[in-house]
């Protein structure tokens, strides 16, 4: 039988190695001040989804994007567009863990669809218009949701599908940050029908509790990922 130091022991290295289980599903800390990402390997060293360029020749342009001034086209079926800028868009975001976003809404209507951001949570500023926003919780699913206007924040915690709607009559814009520099989204409609090859028809069936044939109907929309 255990004693009461070993017990104590045993419950810390557990929590221990669940902590470090937790801190390795997010980007990992850089060590060193920066590391400008590269597509080239052979100018470079692999880290973390990334080849870095050589410091000493890395210059402002690097860490420097220009554009979020200009709106987004919101024609198209949500009425609403993501200008994203991760690692992708901004090479000096490797390795630091953040990236940004811009958000136009169409007026009354516009939407940003529900979706998840796989590895990041994002925190949201609304500098124009008016949106109804929210995000559900994991099961038991809980919908947490408010009105924002000019200047309100609203956070949506990691993972959890969430939504935007522009609820005023002239167009909406936001700006978001995401504790990644690629965060990801999974568009929930474009996912479940949109997939590619398609999921078999007689899970979407069972799963949603509705006839085949508003599955296959569904399954033949167009679902823009935005």
């Known amino acids: 039988m255990m004693r009461g130091a070993d017990q104590l022991h045993s419950v810390l290295a557990v929590t221990f190695l669940l902590l470090a289980s937790i801190a390795a599903a997010f980007d990992p800390s850089p060590l060193q001040d920066f590391c400008v990402s590269i597509d080239d390997p052979k100018l470079g060293v692999f880290v973390n989804g990334k080849f870095c360029k050589d410091p000493m020749q890395a210059n402002a342009d690097d860490f420097t994007f220009r554009g979020l001034n200009l709106p987004g ?13 991760n690692v992708d868009r901004l090479k000096g975001l490797n390795t630091l863990g953040i990236s940004l976003a811009r958000i136009d809404y169409a007026p009354y209507g516009g939407l940003n669809p529900p979706h998840t951001h796989p590895r990041a949570t994002e925190i949201l500023v609304v500098v124009k218009g008016s949106l109804h926003v929210g995000f559900v919780t994991s099961n038991p699913p809980k919908l947490f949701t408010k009105t924002l206007h000019v200047g309100d924040v609203f956070v949506f915690p990691i993972g959890l599908i969430h939504f935007q709607l522009n609820v005023a009559n002239t167009n909406a814009i936001a700006f978001a940050g995401l504790s990644s520099q690629n965060p990801g989204t999974i568009t929930i409609a474009n996912a479940v029908f949109g997939s590619d090859p398609a999921i078999n028809p007689d899970v979407l069936t069972k799963a949603f509790q509705v006839d085949k044939n508003l599955v296959d109907y569904l399954q033949k929309q167009f679902w823009p990922e935005n």
Not at 73 to 85: A, F, I
Request: proline share 8%; net charge neutral.
């Open 73 to 85: 086209n919101t024609s198209n079926p949500v009425g609403s567009n993501v200008t994203l800028v």
